[in-house]
């Protein structure tokens, strides 16, 4: 990892953690996601290769992070994989905590279909090439706000999906972006999974009248 240096920890979770860093030979700003190995004697855990799998075909996408390259290594002995992704430094729930908070100011309507139009054409990207992300949720949204992108991040619990539907797990998808299905325990579903997220999230964003996210 001598080409990245780590600045600032901006991340942890169940799967490790995620380091705003520098790469020293470009001087661009990346994200380092370092996967935890609970055991070093059955490597790299499957949820991490199959999102990696996902990620090097869906990221072309301009509504896709980009996955930009894969580090695996020994430290001290130990294995360590980092995903090295393009930095973006907010996701639309710290977005729209922290740029709009109430319904005094709320998000301009461009804004919203802008959003809302890019996430539906990131999702159509993921399916028509036969994924569900299975945890669609705005912490899993980043934004690019300079340039006006949002981009789909986070595959940990993406699946490739199969005709006829064949079972899944259930335990997908934060709590309140589940679709009904799954919190009645199905285990067999497939895209409208994912479309029932999008429809959670677009409920969320602050509408232009407030008269409006009150009946939503």
Known sequence: ????????????????KVYKARDRRT??????????????????????????????????????????????????????????FEYIDTDLRRFLDLSWPGLDNPLPQNTIKSFVY?????VAHCHSHGVMHR???????????SKGLLKIADLGLGRAFTVPVKSYTHEVVTLWYRAPEILLGASHYST?????????????????????????
């Open 1 to 16: 990892m001598e080409n990245y240096e780590k600045l600032e920890k901006i991340g942890e979770g169940m799967y490790g």
């Open 27 to 84: 001087g661009a700003l990346v994200a380092l996601k370092k996967i935890k190995i609970e055991n070093e004697e059955e490597g790299i855990p499957a949820t991490t290769l199959r999102e990696v799998s996902l990620l090097q075909m869906l990221s072309k996408c301009i509504y896709f992070v980009r996955l930009l390259g894969v580090e695996h290594l020994h430290k001290n002995g130990k294995p360590a994989l980092y995903l090295v």
């Open 118 to 122: 890019q996430l539906l054409k990131g």
């Open 135 to 145: 945890d669609l949720k705005p912490q899993n949204l980043l934004v690019d706000w």
């Open 192 to 216: 409208p999974v994912d479309m029932w997220s999008v429809g959670c999230i677009f409920g969320e964003i602050p509408c232009v009248l407030s008269d409006t996210l009150q009946k939503l």
